[in-house]
């Protein structure tokens, strides 16, 4: 009996120490995007996106335009820039460029805008859109975190973060 309780005890305080590996990650949780997806996209718009793509995994760099790293900004200058369609180099330039645009009337190649600071509507980041589907946007963007990569809009922080979208084709 007085082995047994050592080992009892042992065995009880491992089990107990089992953590739970079941997390939620509350960025994921997505919303419904209503989309009206009646236009083709254009071969333009088309070639825009798969240059931006291009970028992906590139670093993010405050004022950056280049592979070795580049901003939400000047990754949409690259990228229009490409095709000799001059765009503003900053997000506060090209807020009011181009067209406003409904969201559910956006297409491949336009731009998406948003207000990242917490209480705050001004328009700090942009992205292109890459992808439009019924319920869901895909854009890519220069995050500050993990560099250039495709989101979507139907992810809670961009969803609630979204301000509006302008077309420049």
């Known amino acids: 009996m007085k082995r047994l309780f050592p080992i009892l005890l042992l065995t009880l305080c491992i089990a107990s120490c089992k953590s739970k590996k079941t997390t939620t990650s509350k960025s994921k ?18 070639s825009i996106v798969k240059y931006a793509k291009t970028f992906s995994g590139t670093r993010y760099k405050y004022g950056g335009t280049t592979k070795s790293g580049m901003d939400c900004s000047g990754l949409i200058y690259t990228s229009y820039k490409k095709h000799n369609i001059n765009l503003p180099r900053t997000t506060s330039g090209l807020k009011s460029t181009g067209d406003w645009i409904d969201l559910k009337e956006v297409n491949v190649g336009d731009l998406v805008f948003f207000a990242t600071n917490k209480n705050s509507r001004n328009v700090n980041h942009v992205g292109i859109v890459t992808n439009v589907r019924t319920g869901n946007v895909e854009f890519i963007h220069a995050s500050s975190s993990k560099g250039v990569m495709i989101s979507s809009i139907a992810e809670k922080y961009w969803y609630f973060s979204f301000v509006q979208a302008r077309r420049v084709l």
Do not use: C, N, S
């Open 29 to 46: 949780q997505t919303h419904t995007v209503k989309v009206k997806t009646t236009a083709k996209p254009t071969a333009e718009a088309k």
